[in-house]
């Protein structure tokens, strides 16, 4: 397993941009594909997006793809998530996770190592 620690969340307002960061820990990162999720309150735990080892593949949740963009520098051991045209709706607490599976998956379920999470609020 690796170890997770999500930054760069905060309070904006709707339009504005946030980049969000998550740094692991452990030499077999670039072997981990990672995905991002949130949860708001009063809500279930929702994927976001998730990028394979090579940063050869995407995937996104329809409600982000456009505005959002995962990426990876496996020299940093650090996965982004960068959020544009952010909206009330994305009010949450955003999660890093890492996956030992080759495939791209969006049910937290296949993720073993999880960050602490980092808040992300947006002002309408």
């Known amino acids: 397993q690796v170890q997770l620690v999500e930054s760069g969340g905060g309070l904006v307002q709707a339009g504005d941009s946030l980049r969000l960061s998550c740094v692991a820990s452990?030499?077999?990162?670039?072997?981990?594909?990672m995905g991002w999720f949130r949860q708001a309150p009063g809500k279930e735990r929702e994927f976001v997006a998730a990028?394979?080892?090579?940063?050869?593949?995407?995937v996104y949740a329809d409600s982000v793809k456009g505005r959002f963009t995962i990426s990876r520098d496996n020299s940093k051991n650090t996965v982004y998530l960068q959020m544009n045209s952010l909206k009330f709706e994305d009010t949450a607490v955003y999660y890093c996770?890492?996956?030992?599976?080759?495939?791209?998956?969006?049910?937290?379920?296949?993720?073993?190592?999880w960050g602490q999470g980092t808040p992300v609020t947006v002002s309408s």
């Open positions: 990028i394979n080892w090579t940063s050869s593949s995407t």
């Open positions: 452990g030499r077999t990162f670039s072997r981990y594909a």
């Open positions: 996770a890492a996956s030992s599976f080759a495939a791209l998956k969006k049910d937290p379920n296949w993720y073993n190592s």
